[in-house]
């Protein structure tokens, strides 16, 4: 979290505004006084610019010395419970809104910016459209009889036709706008992973601070995590480059793509994070980055590294679990070669890994294999202790039921069993997932 905080602000920092300034007004009929605020949208959530507009001759005022940033705001009148989205551009940063508080959407008449008219209109157009597709969806969630699923399919689907042409006629007549860009980028995830992309304008900066840029980001990601690690590296490869046509869009693409990496603990993550962190930060291909934030990313990059094979391996202090003892893998083994088994108790698939360790045992020993197992469990000592003594392991079983040692991060284990092969270099020579691969490893190395 501290890392993403640290880059949002990186990004907030980086923006450049022009000097013009902004005025927006809003005079609201049958409107008892109260706080009208302004925000603007950042992925799925709003910040506050201003907590109360100024009062002036029966308007509510915003006004700022400074060009606001492109995107969507929304104007919030408190008592009524009314939020009015707004679009902010360039070229649109001086308008003027008169509406009944009521029914602000129904009744909205905007003076000094076309595209915020056509918005209204365009909205009030759809909403009818968009009633009506929430009407049968509702009846679809309540409906059993099959034929009557059909006719709400068959009818659902001409309202969605009505939808999709009714929203690329604004996007053509709305050409070369901000409001263009925001109508396809809002319905581009409705279509496939490769079309997607080309109803997204990357050169668009406006489009961070609207809750639909992130959809397409977190679309993305959703269609190919489950590729495997080279894909996903591929893929993210492809949505950085083309990110690159705006330097602020750039710096999000590569910032949002890292902290979900980092935070996301699937197997062969960390390997991603580890990549977009070597070629777009570390690198500096990502300009302007502040020390501190460098400094992070490289240190959780070493960490992630370690668990990577070819990349040197972290020499952990844990706890003998049969002893108050302590030991660093590294040093009580020599130069050995070693085989960690990460295992947790409960776990079905480590009874097997462990039951296979114990039948190659005698083999691997005579091979010259320090051998050692960690437990995963965060319970008592005691209670892993007699897990440990049940399981009567011949090899040296440890523990850190703290993590002092941090040996999850280091060795990135996210799910059991896992075994790591070090070579007498100290390097990850191989990591094992699941009890048939170990047991196929085992064998291998037994021989």
């Known amino acids: 979290m501290k890392l993403f905080l640290t880059f949002i602000s990186f990004i907030i920092c980086i923006n450049t505004c022009l000097s013009q300034g902004y005025e927006i007004k809003i005079k609201p009929s049958h409107l008892e006084p109260q706080k009208v605020r302004l925000a603007y949208y950042y992925e799925d959530k709003q910040y506050l610019i201003t907590d109360s507009a100024s009062s002036e001759n029966g308007f509510y005022v915003f006004r700022g010395n400074e060009n606001l940033p492109s995107g969507i705001y929304s104007v919030i009148l408190d008592k009524n419970a009314q939020v009015i989205d707004i679009l902010i551009d360039e070229n649109n940063q001086k308008f003027v809104m008169k ?23 365009y909205q009030r157009r759809m909403t009818d459209i968009v009633i009506k597709q929430h009407e049968i969806d509702t009846l679809k969630k309540y409906t059993t009889d099959s034929s009557k699923i059909e006719k709400l399919d068959i009818e659902l689907s001409k309202i969605d036709a009505v939808y999709n042409e009714a929203w690329k006629i604004e996007a053509s007549k709305n050409h ?5 860009d925001v109508l396809k980028c809002m319905n581009s995830t409705n279509f496939s992973n490769q079309e997607m992309w080309n109803y997204v304008n990357f050169s668009q900066k406006g489009l961070i601070r609207t809750p639909f840029f992130y959809k397409v980001i977190r679309s993305h990601i959703a269609h190919y995590i489950e590729s495997g690690v080279p894909e996903i590296i591929r893929q993210t490869d492809k949505l950085i480059n083309l990110s690159k046509e705006n330097i602020e869009v750039y710096h999000y693409v590569t910032g949002y793509l890292l902290n979900f990496y980092r935070g996301f603990f699937k197997l062969g993550m960390n390997e991603v994070f580890v990549h977009i962190a070597d070629s777009y930060f570390l690198n500096d291909t990502v300009k302007g980055l502040p020390e501190e934030t460098h400094k992070m990313i490289e240190n959780q990059r070493d960490i992630y590294k370690s668990a990577i094979i070819g990349y040197d391996a972290h020499n952990i202090k844990v706890r003998k679990i049969n002893s108050d003892d302590s030991i660093s893998i590294f040093d009580y083994s020599s130069s050995k070669p070693i085989l960690i088994l990460f295992w947790a108790n409960g776990c079905g698939h480590c009874d097997s890994a462990e039951n296979s360790l114990k039948l190659y045992y005698p083999q691997l020993i005579e091979k010259g294999y320090q051998i050692f197992s960690l437990c995963n469990d965060n319970f008592s000592y005691e209670s892993i202790r007699q897990n440990s003594e049940r399981k009567n ?55």
């Not at 009521?102 to 910016?113: A, F, V």
């Not at 070369?176 to 263009?180: K, W, Y």
């Not at 790591?420 to 037994?446: F, P, V």
Request: include cysteine; charged fraction near 25%; aromatic fraction near 14%.
């Open 99 to 121: 509406c009944d508080a009521n029914d602000p959407q129904k009744t909205m008449k905007i003076t000094g910016s076309e595209m915020n008219s056509n918005f209204f209109d």
């Open 176 to 180: 070369n706008t901000f409001f263009e």
């Open 393 to 447: 392991f011949p090899w040296i079983d440890l523990c850190d039921t703290e993590n002092h040692s941090h040996f999850r991060e280091y060795y990135y284990i996210v799910s059991t069993p896992i075994m790591y092969l070090i070579d007498n270099k100290r390097r990850i020579a191989s990591k094992l997932i699941g009890e048939d691969r170990i047991t196929q490893a085992l064998q291998a190395l037994s021989l």
